[in-house]
């Protein structure tokens, strides 16, 4: 009797916490019938708990955009009595989709006999729908710099190392993620650019100067190309921190260029 009563007052003041939370709360029992709910879960998903007694969540709440490996996971847990955390998509009584953050765990009895689940979920959908957009920006950013050939460097100078883009590593044909030495990146450059570019790079950390110059390169591959260079220069309490810039293979530009130049000197 005094552990049926024990028990009794931890369920009323977990019903009485998850009453005045703005997550949904569940509970449902060891099968995954729905016991109870709170006002957070009629108001995301627009139910009474008249409507979902004795229904299993999954059995009403889930949609087309639900992912089958979080589903499968779920009923997994739940099988075997564990609790879990998850990331899902359900829908609302009006179909409305909703990014939600769940964590479920299991209630024993003092005996340790299993008696319920509880459920708490969190809306996450401004944030996915954020991180979803920015995806989908890196992904236009990252298509447009292969259609242009325009790739993004960064120097960091307290470290000393260049930092080169996905597309950067193309133009120079060294392997995806690879992070050259600063004697490696100038390395490419043949004698002549190579005093060049160590020259603009100088001016710009010691004055801020900007550059933007037509520059001959040997690729890891030993191919010669040309590419256009832009950097400029970032200052933290009046010193130079770093160097940004992109870079652009401009190599079927000049060759069109110069079969212009000769067409006209023979005409």
């Not at 627009?46 to 087309?64: A, D, H, M, N, W």
């Not at 490996?69 to 998509?89: C, D, P, T, W, Y």
């Not at 004698?191 to 001959?216: C, F, H, K, V, Y």
């Not at 950097?231 to 190599?251: M, N």
Request: aromatic share 8%.
């Amino acid at each position: 009797v005094t552990e049926s009563k024990e028990l009794q007052h931890q369920m009323h003041l977990l019903a009485a916490i998850a009453r005045r939370t703005n997550n949904a709360v569940i509970v449902t029992n060891a099968v995954g019938e729905i016991e109870w709910v709170n006002e957070g879960f009629t108001r995301i998903y627009g139910y009474t708990i008249e409507e979902v007694l004795g229904r299993k969540p999954g059995s009403f709440l889930r949609g087309p955009d639900s992912n089958p490996a979080s589903i499968a996971l779920m009923n997994e847990k739940l099988r075997a009595g564990e609790g879990f955390k998850a990331e899902i998509v359900n829908y609302s009584k009006q179909r409305k989709k909703y990014w939600l953050e769940v964590e479920v765990q299991p209630l024993h009895d003092f005996q340790g006999v299993l008696t319920h689940f509880m459920a708490i979920e969190l809306d996450i959908t401004a944030r996915k729908e954020s991180e979803l957009k920015l995806q989908d920006s890196q992904r236009l950013l990252q298509d447009s710099a292969a259609i242009s050939k325009v790739g993004g460097w960064e120097m960091d100078l307290v470290r000393g190392l260049p930092i080169w883009s996905e597309e950067i590593c193309k133009i120079y044909e060294v392997p995806p993620g690879h992070q050259p030495t600063l004697k490696e990146a100038t390395e490419f450059y043949p004698p002549g650019a190579r005093e060049t570019i160590s020259s603009l790079m100088t001016r710009s950390i010691e004055t801020g100067a900007p550059w933007d110059t037509e520059i001959p390169l040997i690729t890891a591959r030993g191919r010669e190309i040309w590419v256009r260079s832009i950097g400029r220069a970032e200052f933290t309490d009046g010193k130079c921190s770093r160097l940004i810039g992109a870079f652009q293979d401009i190599s079927e530009r000049r060759k069109r260029e110069e079969q212009l130049r000769r067409s006209e000197a023979r005409n």
